[in-house]
């Protein structure tokens, strides 16, 4: 079964930490992206990458950064966590070629106190 | 306009009911039509995806497309408890791939069957 594994389920880091959420993917997938989902907000689209060391900003990228130095692993990285982050993040990933909507992850559930 | 409008909800219906869930947008050049099936606290899985109009069946579960309206619906037949979840509508206009080409999703429907 084809997977996109996200590292953590539950995070819990304090005001100002850096912090690194990964993501993985097996299924040789071109596209990956990371979304935030809060009550009310629905999905929204943080970054996402097209390609190995690609990455393009998406709706609301401020605070954020992402890493992509392999194809199969995206990283999100939180350069000094604020409590507006708290938020699940979700990774997701998709094929150019295969026109089958994206395959997300579990998520990751953030809090930041 | 949001380009894709879905009611939050929630939508309460008793065990063996239809349900009916719905999603409108604005932007003609979608053609390709999924939804997503998300249960508390875990990510989006993919429940039916549909290119272009018409319907789409899969066991209890019909997805239809009219583009003429820019109306999707997503049908659940003989609901069970196990099907409350939340909903997303998903669509684009190309290959669900990444950037411009990439999925615009409603915000999702929160579904309860009551047993």
């Known amino acids: 079964d084809v997977k996109v594994t996200q590292s953590s389920r539950y995070l819990v880091k304090r005001t100002g930490e850096k912090v690194f959420l990964e993501c993985v993917q097996d299924m040789d997938h071109e596209n990956m992206f990371w979304y935030r989902q809060d009550p009310g907000l629905g999905l929204r689209l943080i970054y996402f990458s097209y390609d190995v060391k690609m990455k393009e900003k998406g709706d609301i990228p401020e605070g954020y950064s992402v890493s992509r130095e392999k194809k199969e692993r995206f990283s999100l990285i939180l350069e000094s966590a604020s409590t507006n982050q708290t938020s699940m993040y979700l990774c997701?990933?998709?094929?150019?070629?295969?026109?089958?909507?994206?395959?997300f992850g579990s998520g990751t559930r953030l809090t930041v106190v | 306009q949001k380009e894709v409008e879905q009611d939050p909800g929630p939508l309460s219906v008793p065990e063996g009911a239809i349900v009916s869930l719905n999603c409108t947008y604005s932007n003609s050049a979608f053609q390709y039509f999924m939804w997503y099936r998300q249960y508390s606290r875990k990510g989006p899985e993919l429940l039916m995806y549909t290119y272009s109009s018409g319907n789409k069946e899969d066991g209890r579960f019909t997805a239809q497309v009219d583009k003429s309206s820019k109306y999707i619906s997503l049908f659940i037949r003989d609901s069970q408890p196990s099907d409350s979840a939340t909903y997303l509508c998903a669509m684009s206009a190309k290959f669900a791939g990444g950037g411009a080409d990439g999925l615009t999703f409603g915000k999702g429907t929160h579904l309860i069957i009551q047993p």
């Open positions: 997701a990933s998709s094929s150019t070629q295969g026109a089958r909507g994206y395959t």
